[in-house]
T-cell receptor, first 114, second 113 residues
Framework: DVKVTQSSRYLVKRTGEKVFLECVQD?????MFWYRQDPGLGLRLIYF???????EKGDIPEGYSVSREKKERFSLILESASTNQTSMYLC?????????????FGPGTRLTVL | AQSVSQHNHHVILSEAASLELGCNYS??????LFWYVQYPGQHLQLLLK??????LVKGIKGFEAEFIKSKFSFNLRKPSVQWSDTAEYFC???????????FGKGTMLLVSP
């Protein structure tokens, strides 16, 4: 069974703080993704990575950065958190070896920025 | 660029009613299509997928979806819903060989007992 874990289920931070969200997958997947989920907006892709140290911008990368130093771990960084980054953050992974690229999701981190 | 449109943001049904959630996509080439479900408090999980072959796809928990290429549609159906089907449903699409998925905005289904 694929397992994608995220470091926190709930996080409360103050405006201006640096925030790290961690994601780990245990299925040796090449691809990893960070989304934010907001009511009425669905899932929007922030960044993704298709290999160690590789990253690509998604649809809404502004205000975020990512790090992938190891294959199993993908971190999302908010350099200076702002209130409009209050959201649910979802991590996902998928294999390059399967054509249809099903993504497996973690439980999410609900981030509140005060 | 791909886009996905889900017709209804909220659907309310009584138990045993039939369900159909609409999904249309815009992309000219071959596509892979997915329906994901998110039960309250749980993580997003795959309900069913289409990537080739029979356009009528059966998934978990009695759900099915039909790919109609001429209509660019992939509607989700279930003949008789249960209270436990209360969840948010997301349609998603990608092109074969591409890693990223494009998601619709989701449909919140509430099934009343």
């Amino acid at each position: 069974d694929v397992k994608v874990t995220q470091s926190s289920r709930y996080l409360v931070k103050r405006t201006g703080e640096k925030v790290f969200l961690e994601c780990v997958q245990d299925m040796d997947h090449e691809n990893m993704f960070w989304y934010r989920q907001d009511p009425g907006l669905g899932l929007r892709l922030i960044y993704f990575s298709y290999d160690v140290k590789m990253k690509e911008k998604g649809d809404i990368p502004e205000g975020y950065s990512v790090s992938r130093e190891k294959k199993e771990r993908f971190s999302l960084i908010l350099e200076s958190a702002s209130t409009n980054q209050t959201s649910m953050y979802l991590c996902a992974s998928s294999s390059k070896r399967i054509n249809y690229n099903e993504q497996f999701f973690g439980p999410g981190t609900r981030l509140t920025v005060l | 660029a791909q886009s996905v449109s889900q017709h209804n943001h909220h659907v309310i049904l009584s138990e045993a009613a039939s369900l159909e959630l609409g999904c249309n996509y815009s992309y000219g080439g071959t596509v892979n299509l997915f329906w994901y479900v998110q039960y309250p408090g749980q993580h997003l999980q795959l309900l069913l997928k289409y990537f080739s072959g029979d356009p009528l796809v059966k998934g978990i928990k009695g759900f099915e979806a039909e790919f109609i290429k001429s209509k660019f549609s992939f509607n989700l159906r279930k003949p008789s819903v249960q209270w436990s089907d209360t969840a948010e449903y997301f349609c998603a699409v990608n092109a074969p060989g591409y890693s990223t998925l494009t998601f619709g905005k989701g449909t919140m289904l509430l099934v009343s007992p």
